[in-house]
């Protein structure tokens, strides 16, 4: 059974710092997403990772897996406000298909 | 293009009653899902299609069930409401099994007294 670790769950920022959100996960998973959920909100797809080494970024976000670590990072450069979200990851479980989710990071970046 | 539609957005049962989620996709999308989400745990599976005609078990099965009536639609029924079944729910969609992300629903939010 894949089991999914996110820390911190929750992190309190200054507008202009750096920080880092991390994914662990238990067994073997060669693909890792990324989503963003708002107060109230949906769920909204941020990054797709598929493959070891992979990093994507978006704006003050990137997202990089190490397949044999089991880690994913979601790294937030320079925050601002509008960054301020759950962030959550999930990764890929061949076995069934399915993406097993992690409790999520509640970031909340002041002004 | 909707994307993915759930209706209700808010509900309140009384325990013992029963009611049908649904969930509707103009994605053309094969595998669709129901989550719930509560406070501190991220997403639980209840059940999910891989494709039209079928459906299984996830994480959290228990007092739920659901239909997909076609391509389009999947819906989740509540028999028998428990105040336990307090919740967020999520229907999501993706193409297939394989290296696509989840599109979700906008979320139904289920209180039960």
């Known amino acids: 059974e894949l089991k999914v670790e996110q820390n911190p769950l929750f992190l309190s920022m200054q507008e202009g710092k750096n920080y880092t959100i991390y994914c662990n996960y238990s067994t073997t998973s060669d693909r890792l997403y990324w989503y963003r959920q708002d107060p109230g909100k949906s769920l909204e797809s941020l990054f797709v990772?598929?493959?070891n080494g992979a990093v994507k970024q978006e704006g003050r976000l990137m997202a990089s897996l190490d397949t044999k670590a089991r880690l994913s990072t979601l790294h937030i450069t320079a925050a601002v406000h509008d960054l301020s979200a759950t962030y959550f990851c999930a990764p890929h479980m061949d076995s069934n298909y399915q993406l097993i989710w992690g409790a999520g990071t509640k970031l909340i970046i002041k002004p | 293009n909707a994307g993915v539609t759930q209706t209700p957005k808010f509900q309140v049962l009384k325990t013992g009653q029963s009611m049908t989620l649904q969930c509707a996709q103009d994605m053309n999308h094969n595998s669709m899902y129901w989550y719930r989400q509560d406070p501190g745990m991220g997403l639980r599976l209840i059940y999910y299609s891989a494709s039209e005609g079928t459906t299984d078990k996830g994480e959290v099965p228990n007092g739920y069930n659901v239909s997909r009536l076609n391509k389009r639609e999947f819906s989740l029924r509540l028999e028998s409401a428990a105040p336990s079944q307090t919740s967020v729910y999520f229907c999501a969609t993706r193409a297939g099994t394989g290296e696509t992300e989840a599109f979700f629903g906008q979320g139904t939010r289920l209180t039960v007294v």
């Open positions: 990772l598929l493959s």
